[in-house]
């Protein structure tokens, strides 16, 4: 979290041509709107109509919401479309950032009186939020940097997924697996319903099946 996520995150997004993030089109326009809304929409949902408390809202809503894009898409989705910018820069620049956030203000001492604004500021300090913002604005000033420092960096950035993995593995061992309605919602939403709702509302729109099987993937 402190130096490997962010140089991940950093590496991949500076990396990426500023042609392609700037004629991304209507694809990108549909993954972007999808990615936002389906984090969106249940956070609000899981917040304010099952009064779940805002920690737990934020969670399922990014297990819903975020696609395991960074892991798999990078390999798979780029393999088939040639490009998965516009679903990572969604991701890295409104999902991860507000997820930060969010999780300041749900987790933080209520003791200390500390003020929405600080835990905000405090939030936005952290690398990993910051770095694929500052990613972004090197990309869109053409600003290129040598390959041998960007790909170094991704080097650095890849224990973030052994490093995940691992620590998933021991939460896995030490806690015990329940299947709950809320676990049955959140894969249905995450496999089923995000997708179908793209697929249909993309085809009531005119979008060619070519472009529709971008976006739903």
């Given at each position: 979290i402190l130096y490997a996520l962010p140089l991940s995150i950093f590496s991949n997004m500076v990396m990426t041509p500023r042609h392609i993030v700037m004629t991304m089109g209507p694809v990108a326009v549909a993954i972007i709107l999808a990615l936002i809304l389906s984090f969106v929409i249940p956070l609000l949902v899981a917040r304010y109509l099952f009064r779940r408390n805002l920690a737990l809202s934020t969670l399922q809503a990014l297990a819903i919401g975020s696609p395991a894009v960074p892991f798999i898409g990078t390999s798979v989705l780029a393999f088939l479309?040639?490009?998965?910018?516009?679903?990572?820069?969604?991701?890295?620049?409104?999902?991860?950032?507000?997820v930060m956030i969010l999780m300041s203000v749900a987790t933080g001492d209520?003791?200390?009186?500390?003020?929405?604004g600080a835990r905000v500021v405090n939030?936005?300090?952290?690398?990993?939020?910051?770095?694929p913002v500052i990613a972004l604005i090197i990309v869109l000033?053409?600003?290129?940097?040598?390959?041998?420092?960007?790909?170094?960096?991704?080097l650095l950035?890849?224990?973030?997924?052994?490093?995940?993995?691992?620590?998933?593995?021991?939460?896995?061992?030490t806690r015990s697996i329940v299947i709950t309605t809320a676990t049955i919602i959140t894969v249905i939403a995450r496999n089923i319903l995000v997708p179908g709702a793209c697929y249909l509302i993309l085809l009531k729109m005119g979008f060619s099946m070519e472009q529709i099987k971008e976006v739903v993937l």
């Open positions: 479309f040639g490009t998965v910018s516009a679903s990572l820069i969604t991701q890295n620049v409104f999902q991860l950032p507000l209520k003791s200390q009186h500390i003020s929405f939030a936005i300090k952290q690398p990993v939020v910051w770095s000033a053409d600003i290129h940097i040598p390959q041998t420092i960007s790909m170094s960096l991704g950035g890849k224990a973030s997924g052994g490093l995940a993995l691992f620590a998933a593995g021991i939460v896995l061992y």
